[in-house]
């Protein structure tokens, strides 16, 4: 077999100067993926109303983007068809993207409720037959905390598509309510008590005064006779909680000690 060294050579030239040019083209789009990924973030971040975590799902997205393309721009340059690798790589995204629709329908919930914040962390809410306090917010799951400090995690596409109720989302007044039976005999030395903490409590609004009354007879037993003690009070939504506990705290040790 007789070796064309001229051939050969030019060969050489030719794939040494693609080499070239493709490495040259990998630096300079690693630089503008790099470039693009900040710009994109100095842009969300324009009067931080954009969720961080938003921020940097948007600002990764863009560099691969920019790196996809330059790669097949590498690709074209040795002279591969790019034309049937992006048709499998097409049909290989979509046999991900149908396998793994219930998460990428949380995704993009999450990326809804972090646009769109229906309720932010902290709130007092109700959602998908579940309700606590926001405690978190990723692009795949809403972290409640229940009342009994009990972690509920729902996936983002449930929260998305179910009715929100914000307890928080407008500023009022929270009511504390609660009821508890006692000896129809110490109702009242108990009601005094209860009445005089809750007006000693800051947390208590003192415009709309706390009142502790006798709501209904319980057992009409004249040897026993147990009647039902209501405490009502209006606090902030968020302390409402703290208040009902120190509540009923102090009741069930008025109780204990009579």
Known sequence: MTINFDTLKASLILYGLNAIYAILLLAIG?????????????????????DPLVT??????????VLAVVGIAVLQLFGIQTASLVAVLGATSLAIGLA??????NLAAGVMLLLFRPFHIGDDVEVGGKSGK?????????ELVAPDNTQILLPNGQVWGAAIINHSAYPGTGEVKVTFPVRAGSANALADQILKE???????DERAAPSVNVSKVVAADPAAPV????V????????????????????SALLAAA
């Open 30 to 50: 690693w630089y503008l993926s790099g470039a693009m990924q900040r710009f994109v973030t100095r842009v969300l971040n324009v009067g931080h109303r954009i």
């Open 56 to 65: 940097v799902f948007v600002s990764s997205v863009t560099r691969y983007g």
């Open 100 to 105: 793994l629709q219930g998460t990428l329908s």
């Open 134 to 142: 926001v405690r978190s917010l990723s692009l795949f799951m809403t």
């Open 198 to 204: 809750l007006r000693e409590d800051p947390r208590v």
């Open 227 to 230: 009647v039902e003690l209501t």
């Open 232 to 251: 009502s009070a209006k606090t902030k939504p968020s302390d409402a909680d703290a208040v009902k506990q120190r509540v009923l705290d102090h009741a």
